[in-house]
């Protein structure tokens, strides 16, 4: 099993009804990558797709993949493409859900986003994930 030392929560930065295909054809064609950005994609239905294979490598942060899970929801930018939390209630529950999943699988791995590690300076996911998690720790 690889060593999981974090679940990275990102945003896909498009359009919140821009669909999983189109996600995954602008990795294909346009930065060709072999494989996915992340293991798993919420689209704002709240439904979950899972990608790539969790012993795989996805191409979410750079320098870190080899130890990370990647989970994305899409949407994070407003209609002038600015950083914008545009979560809908499904695809926040339907995160939560997978950070709960992942957790117990993980259980050393720290939970955080994209926008955490240092050296970063992007926006995604777009909102505070350490924040949010608290919203569920009474
Ligand atoms: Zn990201």
């Known amino acids: 099993m690889r060593n999981i030392k974090f679940i990275v929560i990102h945003c896909t930065a498009t359009p919140p009804l821009t669909p999983v295909s189109a996600i995954q ?26 990608l790539l294979d969790e012993e795989l490598i996805a191409n979410g942060v750079r320098g870190h993949n080899d130890v990370c899970i990647h989970v994305s929801y899409i949407g994070g930018v407003d209609e002038d493409n600015n950083p914008r939390d545009t979560r809908t209630l499904a695809q926040k529950t339907a995160l939560y859900y997978m950070v709960c999943l992942l957790r117990e699988k993980y259980p050393a791995a720290v939970v955080q986003g994209h926008r955490d590690f240092a050296g970063v300076h992007k926006a995604c996911p777009s909102f505070d994930v350490k924040d949010w998690l608290k919203e569920f720790v009474p």
Not at 36 to 50: K, S
């Open 25 to 50: 054809n602008y990795w294909r064609t346009q930065l060709h990558w072999k494989n996915p950005g992340y293991h798993y994609i919420l689209p704002a239905d709240g439904t979950v797709q899972r």
